[in-house]
């Protein structure tokens, strides 16, 4: 099969797999905040962060920060580091790197897959209040020591209650 036509197949799953977690969350009770954006398929390029906006109402609330990643199986590394810059509604910025461990010392993948794309779900902190009432500005950019990653197909932020 062409690598046009398995690429072509890969999104068309990909979105499938998306549009059913979608359906699944929709009665997500301890979900507060949580998007995905698609990444080029020739590559995310270091120059090129995600942006995702959150309005808090309820600083009071402990909460939890996942990364989402999608990869493909034909993905080179077993990691991907992520620098996540965090700008408060005050204008104070916090910046952070989280290394996302993707498969086992063997290069089993750790994420739950459905045909050769995996979904994983890593922890970035756990049960912390924002300061603050107001809108949070979050961007991710990969940190890998490559101008561009291949075969990351999808990354988003997930903001839940903390239990």
Same mark, same amino acid.
């Given at each position: 099969?062409?690598?046009?036509?398995?690429?072509?197949?890969?999104?068309?799953?990909?979105?499938?797999?998306?549009?059913?977690?979608?359906?699944?969350?929709?009665?997500?009770?301890?979900?507060?905040?949580?998007?995905?954006?698609?990444?080029?398929?020739?590559?995310?390029?270091?120059?090129?962060?995600? $942006?995702?906006?959150? =309005? !808090?109402? %309820?600083?009071?609330?402990?909460?939890?920060?996942? *990364?989402?990643?999608?990869? /493909?199986?034909?993905?080179?590394?077993?990691?991907?580091?992520?620098?996540?810059?965090?700008?408060?509604?005050?204008?104070?910025?916090?910046?952070?790197?989280?290394?996302?461990?993707?498969?086992?010392?063997?290069?089993?993948?750790?994420? $739950?897959?459905?045909? =050769? !794309?995996? %979904?994983?779900?890593?922890?970035?902190?756990?049960? *912390?209040?924002?300061?603050? /009432?107001?809108?949070?500005?979050?961007?991710?950019?990969?940190?890998?020591?490559?101008?561009?990653?291949?075969?990351?197909?999808?990354?988003?932020?997930?903001?839940?209650?903390?239990?």
């Amino acid at each position: 099969m062409s690598r046009i036509k398995t690429n072509w197949i890969t999104r068309i799953t990909a979105t499938l797999l998306q549009l059913l977690a979608l359906l699944f969350s929709s009665c997500d009770r301890n979900r507060i905040f949580e998007q995905n954006q698609s990444i080029p398929e020739s590559g995310w390029a270091q120059t090129n962060p995600l $942006k995702f906006d959150v =309005d !808090i109402k %309820d600083p009071s609330t402990s909460a939890n920060f996942y *990364v989402n990643v999608r990869n /493909a199986d034909g993905y080179p590394y077993g990691n991907i580091f992520l620098f996540i810059k965090t700008v408060f509604p005050n204008g104070k910025l916090s910046n952070d790197t989280l290394e996302c461990v993707l498969s086992d010392e063997k290069g089993k993948w750790l994420g $739950k897959g459905m045909g =050769d !794309i995996y %979904d994983n779900q890593i922890p970035f902190k756990r049960n *912390v209040r924002f300061p603050m /009432a107001g809108s949070y500005h979050f961007e991710i950019a990969q940190g890998m020591r490559i101008e561009s990653v291949p075969l990351i197909m999808d990354v988003g932020l997930r903001i839940e209650k903390a239990e």
